[in-house]
Each structure stands twice: as C-alpha cells, then as structure tokens.
C-alpha cells in the first residue's frame, strides 16, 4: 500500500473554529489531492498540489485552504468551519508521482463534524 | 447535468449472478476513463482502466462507448466479496491533473 496517512481521523467541532487536517506520504510523490464526500456528490476535489508551495483551486475550494512546505505534508484548513463542512475528507497522491493518469492512491480518510 | 452520471443502486443480486453498471460522461473531450471500487467507510482503490476496445481482468470487463459517452463495467459470477460501491472515473475536462468522480453504484452479494 502506498504510504500516506491522514490524521487526525476523526474530529468533532463547533461552528467557527479553526481546523486543520494532515495528509502525510512517504512516497515522494510531486502532486496531492484533498476530497471530499458527501452522499449524492460523490468525490469532490477541493484543492491540489503540484510540488512543494504549488497549489492550485478544485471545485469546491470556497472556505478552504492549503498548504505545502514539504513535499511530504499537504495540509488542509477550514478557517472558520461551518456545517456544511461535516463530510469525510479524503488526501491522495498520484500513483505515477507525476501528473495523475488514473490511479490516485488515497489515505483512509478524517471524518469531520461540524456542530 | 453532472459531468459523470451513475444509477446510484443498490443492485442486490446473488452470488454467481452477472450485473452491469452504466456510467455517463458530459464531455466528449475526455480521454481517460476508470472504475474504482469503495468498501464502506474505507477509501476508493483503482479497480481497472477503461479502454477504447473494451478490456478485462479475470471476471470484470469494462466497455468504453465514445460515440455515446458511456462506459460500463461488468461483473460476472459475483462473489460476496464484490458487495461494495463502484465508482466511475473521468479525467478532469481542461485539466488531465484532476479525475472526475461519479457518485457510484452500490452492489450488494447476497448468498
């Protein structure tokens, strides 16, 4: 299995707070994705990552930003959670390294509540 | 219209039964296509690519139509261990760094 782990995996919230998820590989993979998933959506890219302070927008990046100082952490921030920010977010890496063709390998997820 | 449309299910079909699942795309100019697979409450895993010919991998086989922007993936002897939800992927329309994800079909194996 690809190295990558999320943390923390589960998190509980109120309305307002700041939160902060972590993805970490140890593959040395260049590009990073954040999803998220919520039933009748499906998987929605947030935001990704093409190298080290490389960043770019996805889909549904509104109240979300992201970081990468390290080739190794993509973090993920909600600012100012809201409810309908409770979901179950997803970190992936590209299976090549590079530009993905095709096989993301995905972390096991953070379930996130917004109270 | 979503870019990637799937039959959300469930199907719920025997074991040794043969099901299939249809997936839509909007684009034409998609040139990748993929189905994943997702246990619940676990994360998705690259099942098998899709290619123009048609191709398989033991007992799946994925069918990619362009001219109708329909992709398909069949199961045939369905084991209990197939009960999951399968995913239909597209690479991203503007962008081949991102992929596109469909709600994807649930399937449930009965004994």
């Known amino acids: 299995d690809a190295g990558i782990t999320q943390s923390p995996r589960h998190k509980v919230t109120e309305t307002g707070t700041p939160v902060t998820l972590r993805c970490h590989q140890t593959e040395n993979h260049r590009y990073m994705y954040w999803y998220r998933q919520d039933p009748g959506h499906g998987l929605r890219l947030i935001h990704y990552s093409y190298g080290v302070k490389d960043t770019d927008k996805g889909e549904v990046s509104d109240g979300y930003s992201v970081s990468r100082s390290k080739t190794e952490d993509f973090l993920l921030t909600l600012e100012s959670a809201t409810s309908s920010q409770t979901s179950v977010y997803f970190c992936?890496?590209?299976?090549?390294?590079?530009?993905?063709?095709?096989?993301?390998?995905f972390g096991e997820g953070s379930r996130l509540t917004v109270l | 219209r979503k870019e990637v449309e799937q039959d959300p299910g469930p199907f719920n079909v025997p074991e040794g039964a043969t099901v299939a699942f249809n997936c839509t795309y909007s684009?034409?100019?998609?040139?990748?296509f993929f189905w994943y697979r997702q246990d619940c409450r676990k994360e998705p895993k690259l099942l098998m690519s899709v290619y123009s010919s048609g191709n398989e991998d033991g007992r799946f086989t994925a069918q990619l139509n362009r001219a109708s922007q329909y992709i398909s993936l069949l199961i045939r002897d369905s084991k209990l261990s197939d009960s999951a939800t399968y995913l239909c992927v597209v690479n991203g329309f503007y962008n081949t760094d991102k992929l596109i994800f469909g709600t994807g079909t649930r399937l449930q194996v009965f004994p």
């Open positions: 684009n034409s100019a998609s040139q990748s």
């Open positions: 992936a890496i590209s299976g090549t390294g590079g530009r993905v063709t095709g096989e993301l390998f």
